[in-house]
């Protein structure tokens, strides 16, 4: 069974904090994970993903997936209040041409 | 920076009428997605599409929904008869080719409302 679940927040924190945003998902077929960032009734924005299990950073965003934990982190550092966001995480199986499976997604919003 | 585009942003239709959602994904991309986002609920796909076929869909996308890319720069998705509870985000995405499925990327949505 596809299901992804994320704590739907809001999380709130300070300007410059470093914020850690987590998914978790069932299916074990999934290889590809995917952070998307959606701004209110706006479309899903892709901001990184991942192959397996491992660390990818780009710029002030890491993402790292734990396979054998089925577990997805999102880290901001300096999180601005651009930042401020829904983040939904996207976990993907590969191959053919699924649709990609969302979590519901957390709420961040960083305080100026 | 090549981007998907949608039309109209806004759709009221009255509980009945037909609807036509309409997208233009990027030009070089050749796989063609529907999404809907009911308020306060997460991205559910709806259907996929290559070399004008249906590739999958999902339990949602019934005998209501149809898909066609008219020409080649447009890919639509239409909504017979709607109900109340089509209304909803809709959202059309395209990736590049099977290799990238994973890297779909998204249009500004068309928000429907059924009255």
């Known amino acids: 069974q596809k299901e992804v679940e994320q704590d739907p927040g809001p999380l709130s924190v300070p300007e410059g904090a470093i914020v850690s945003l987590n998914c978790t998902y069932s299916?074990?077929?999934?290889?590809?994970f995917m952070w998307y960032r959606q701004y209110s009734r706006k479309g899903p924005e892709l901001l990184m993903y991942?192959?397996?299990?491992g660390n990818k950073e780009d710029g002030r965003f890491t993402a790292q997936v734990d396979k054998s934990s089925k577990y997805i982190s999102l880290f901001i550092r300096d999180s601005q209040p651009s930042d401020s966001a829904t983040y939904l995480c996207?976990?993907?199986?590969?191959?053919?041409?699924?649709?990609?499976?969302f979590g519901k997604g957390t709420h961040l919003i960083i305080q100026p | 920076e090549p981007e998907v585009t949608q039309t109209p942003s806004h759709q009221v239709t009255q509980m009945g009428q037909e609807v036509i959602l309409r997208c233009v994904p990027i030009?070089?991309?050749?796989?063609f997605y529907w999404y809907r986002q009911i308020l306060g609920q997460k991205v559910e796909f709806l259907v996929s599409?290559?070399?004008?076929?249906?590739?999958?869909k999902s339990e949602i996308f019934d005998d209501q929904f149809s898909v066609e890319r008219p020409d080649g720069s447009n890919f639509t998705l239409k909504i017979r008869s709607t109900k109340l509870e089509d209304s909803a985000m809709y959202f059309c995405?395209?990736?590049?080719?099977?290799?990238?499925?994973?890297?779909?990327?998204f249009g500004p949505g068309t928000r429907l409302t059924v009255t």
């Open positions: 995405a395209s990736s590049a080719s099977s290799a990238a499925a994973y890297e779909q990327y």
């Open positions: 299916n074990s077929a999934f290889q590809y």
């Open positions: 991942t192959y397996s299990s």
């Open positions: 996207a976990p993907y199986s590969g191959g053919g041409a699924d649709g990609l499976t």
């Open positions: 030009s070089n991309h050749l796989y």
């Open positions: 599409f290559y070399n004008n076929e249906i590739s999958e």
